[in-house]
Nanobody, 121 residues
Framework: QVQLVESGGGLVQAGGSLRLSCGASGSIISINAMGWYRQAPGKQRDLVATITSDGSTMYADSVKGRFTISRDNAKNTVYLQMNSLKPEDTAVYYC???????????????WGQGTQVTVSS
């Protein structure tokens, strides 16, 4: 089994910072892209940022210059540093990863359980 476990969410005032972490564990041969998505109440799940295994990154326009995604390949962990937080950043944040398991040639997309981020004005 493969699990993605997020941590680091919470309540913060506007202008503050939070750092999210997501670790992948289980039977893993390789991890390709990892990313963060968010879903606000009543809205669809949207991409926040992604990072490839060689460190190439992509960000949603709404978070560029404020959020930074990074990863530690040795720990199978992806991070999201969120600075200058705004009330509109309030959402459940989900991490994702494209993972290849032993004896399987295909890549599978996994999701974490989500962590709540609330930004007060």
């Amino acid at each position: 089994q493969v699990q993605l476990v997020e941590s680091g969410g919470g309540l913060v005032q506007a202008g503050g910072s939070l750092r999210l972490s997501c670790g992948a564990s289980g039977s893993i041969i390789s991890i390709n892209a990892m990313g963060w998505y968010r879903q606000a109440p009543g809205k669809q799940r949207d991409l926040v940022a992604t990072i490839t295994s060689d460190g190439s990154t992509m960000y949603a326009d709404s978070v560029k210059g404020r959020f930074t995604i990074s990863r530690d390949n040795a720990k199978n962990t992806v991070y999201l540093q969120m600075n200058s937080l705004k009330p509109e950043d309030t959402a459940v944040y989900y991490c994702s990863a494209d993972i290849r398991k032993p004896l399987v040639s295909s890549w599978f997309h996994y999701w974490g359980q989500g962590t709540q981020v609330t930004v007060s004005s």
